[in-house]
């Protein structure tokens, strides 16, 4: 599955029913929390010893590209696929550099969202910067022996489990919510 197919697929689990403004700024609000996510791995990682399990960076990275496709979806464009571009070549640097790059290029999406800063978005739509944690993802994955396609997997695997009849139903949401 590549990121234009995710981006279809994973949209079946929308929340149509949220106000525009919120649709605005749903993608943005969860990139920065998923990819803070991340970054809490690798933290467990690389400060207390704690295995980085492959699985759960998966799941993670999932979870940003989701709310990746979200925003891309409300403001209406396609995400990229990264790995025709020459910069997903390996690379020696820590997973602490790929996962923190993601997350700066989400905050920065969020820092100037329409529904936040009307006013500042100048017809922005955050895209440059979203193809980039969508980057940032597939080269941290690849350091660690995967690709983002797996991670894609994994996300509708567990949205499809989530929501069995393959779409966004409130009360399945709210059946998670209550489980945490």
């Not at 998923?34 to 990682?45: A, P, Y």
């Not at 993670?60 to 979200?70: F, L, Q, T």
């Amino acid at each position: 599955m590549n990121i234009r197919e995710y981006q279809a697929a994973a949209m079946r689990f929308l929340n149509n029913d949220l106000p525009e403004s919120t649709k605005l700024i749903h993608g943005a609000l969860g990139m920065a929390n998923e990819s803070g996510e991340v970054l809490g791995l690798i933290k467990k990682h690389l400060i207390y010893g704690r295995p980085l399990v492959l699985a759960d960076l998966c799941k993670e990275v999932g979870d940003v590209m989701w709310y990746a496709a979200r925003h891309a979806t409300a403001y209406r464009f396609t995400l990229l696929d990264p790995y025709p571009s020459h910069l997903v070549a390996g690379s020696a640097e820590q997973p602490l550099a790929y996962a923190s790059r993601m997350h700066k290029a989400a905050a920065e999406i969020l820092d100037e969202a329409e529904a936040v800063f009307p006013e500042e978005m100048d017809g922005d739509r955050g895209e440059a910067r979203c193809n980039l944690v969508v980057l940032w993802a597939a080269k941290l994955l690849q350091q660690h022996g995967t690709t983002l396609e797996v991670a894609l997997e994994i996300n509708i695997e567990k949205l499809s489990k989530r929501y069995p009849s393959g779409r966004f139903i409130a009360s399945d949401a709210i059946a998670k919510a209550d489980e945490r």
